[in-house]
């Protein structure tokens, strides 16, 4: 890491005979503005603000890189918050703090000292410092800015708040690439990089692309992005692989998927605190139905808020990263359904890890070598900036995604400009794998052929789940039940039917009114045929 500027040297205060500046303090309140005016006028090298507080971009030292595809994939240079034993360390390496004293004889000398941690704790309390530039984020690849020009040059970037940490094996990709360097790009990706995935459909390599472009323009396109759930229909298909070679390219961290709602949150707010691009959530169960609300919450804001651990204080976090899981024959339940893009394989034969004859043989240990992933995101960009130099033209007919539309008009029209077709082509194929769509389609259908339109309270509608003895069940299974399998209460199944009022299934809908005499609420199915 090369080491700012620094504007304080040699300027407020005069420099020693070793090159640091020399700081002159005395009693603790004029120690406190001696520190404070030095610190906001940047004598530590590498210092800026970030939400407030002070910050120090440092290198991670013993950081090992990725030995495997699943493993975490932390940046080389950290933001770490000066705190007072920090800052006491960071003022000895870099500047002379001297204390005027008298001995004994009256004669007056010089003693270097450092500061109290309570000086130091009172210096770092405020929380304006316009001397400091504003750090956004520590990120490990070049980025599109808001004006469509490209972040390439390591180091801090004022117009975007940034810290690019630099890569030696990236050489500069020009503004406007050849006709040459985009095909050459479009090549390497298209029949070599990704060419022997099993795709299950024609989507899905495009959706791919888009979920692997998308942390690379996200500044441009200022849009939030949806869930990536990247399944297939058994192991060793590649499901890893492809996320890697997202998350080794930006930073990622793998965490393990859990059906607690707390523990979710937890997770979310403590990796939100990480310089990463891409968190994945990896190897779910087979079968797993994603069904958070927590995370259908987290995908569709811009900024998470949440109590930081351990205290009581809100912390917010930008939400700017990619958001993945990982898993065999996954469906999704409530809003998720919405709000997943669907990145599906199939290889279709008895031992997916034994296949062979690889374009890129051993893709999953080729993408560990840093040389390697330059050579990738180098062809993303040139992807990249040939659709920038001629427009950032969007894409006007893909599906509507309610917040997620502008994501899509942006990267359909960065597929569309490079003749990638197909994008967000299974979008209907992942409505199919919502479970909980299917299950309340599923009873609302029984509901109709049992009831026709005719209104029903949820005590009338429980009376009917318990079937006479001896004869088969009239709903076929499909009355909502306990997680023991037992059919709702009717206060329980009341609760339910509120949430689903007005709601379309498919071509049924479940619609309420209050019964004018008993005041209670009662429900009908309406059915539409033209729906869909």
Not at 59 to 72: F, L, M, Q, R, Y
Not at 190 to 209: G, I, T
Not at 272 to 280: A, E, K, P
Request: aromatic share 8%; charged share 20%; proline share 8%.
């Amino acid at each position: 890491m090369s080491s700012q500027p620094n504007p304080a040297r040699g300027s407020l205060w005069p420099v020693d005979a070793d090159g640091r500046p020399r700081l002159r303090t005395g009693a603790a309140p004029e120690t406190i503005r001696v520190l404070t005016a030095a610190l906001d006028a940047r004598i530590i090298p590498d210092t800026y603000v970030s939400d407030g507080a002070p910050v120090v971009v440092e290198e991670v030292s013993g950081a090992a890189g990725p030995t495997a595809g699943d493993d975490d994939a932390v940046l080389p240079l950290s933001a770490s918050p000066l705190k007072p034993a920090l800052l006491a360390g960071l003022l000895a390496e870099h500047t002379n703090v001297i204390q005027p004293k008298v001995n004994e004889k009256g004669e007056n000398y010089d003693v270097e000292v450092s500061p109290p941690a309570a000086v130091l704790a009172a210096v770092l309390a405020r929380q304006s410092w316009p001397g400091l530039p504003v750090l956004r984020r520590i990120i490990s690849t070049p980025v599109l800015r808001p004006d469509g020009t490209l972040l390439q040059t390591p180091g801090y970037d004022p117009a975007t708040g940034f810290y690019l940490t630099a890569n030696s094996h990236l050489e500069p990709v020009p503004d406007r690439p050849s006709a040459e360097q985009v095909a050459a790009a479009r090549e390497f990706l298209l029949e070599r990089f990704l060419r022997d995935f099993p795709w299950r459909s024609h989507a899905d390599l495009p959706n791919y692309l888009a979920l692997l472009v998308t942390p690379l323009v996200r500044p441009f396109t200022r849009s939030l992005s949806p869930f990536g759930m990247i399944e297939a229909s058994m192991p060793g298909s590649g499901k890893t692989i492809l996320t890697s070679c997202i998350g080794l390219l930006v930073g990622q961290r793998v965490l393990t998927w859990t059906d607690s709602e707390e523990e979710l949150r937890k997770s979310i707010t403590t990796v939100l605190g990480d310089s990463v691009g891409v968190v994945v959530f990896d190897n779910l169960t087979e079968g797993e139905v994603v069904n958070s609300a927590v995370l259908a919450r987290l995908v569709t804001e811009r900024t998470w808020t949440d109590r930081k651990l351990g205290s009581n204080t809100a912390a917010n976090f930008p939400n700017d990263r990619v958001w993945l899981a990982t898993g065999n024959n996954l469906r999704t339940g409530g809003d998720m359904a919405s709000r997943t893009v669907w990145v599906r394989l199939n290889p279709d034969c008895p031992r997916p890890e034994a296949r062979t004859g690889f374009t890129i043989p051993h893709l999953d240990s080729w993408i560990l070598d840093p040389r390697n992933r330059a050579e990738v995101l180098r062809h993303v960009l040139t992807l990249v900036l040939d659709w920038t130099a001629n427009g950032a033209p969007i894409a006007t007919d893909v599906p509507q995604m309610r917040q997620f539309t502008r994501w899509a008009q942006y990267l359909g029209g960065f597929l569309a400009h490079h003749g990638i077709d197909g994008f967000l082509g299974n979008a209907d194929a992942g409505r199919d794998l919502d479970d909980d769509h299917a299950e309340w389609y599923a009873f609302l259908s029984t509901w109709h052929h049992l009831y026709a339109e005719e209104p029903q309270t949820a005590q009338q509608l429980r009376a009917g789940a318990e079937p006479e003895y001896g004869a088969p069940d009239q709903w076929k299974g499909t009355f909502p039940a306990t997680i023991t399998g037992k059919p709702l209460s009717a206060k329980a199944l009341g609760k339910r039917l509120a949430g689903q009022v007005d709601r379309w299934r498919g071509d049924k809908v479940l619609r309420s009114a209050t019964d004018s005499h008993s005041k209670i609420n009662v429900y009908r199915v309406e059915h539409r045929a033209d729906s869909s």
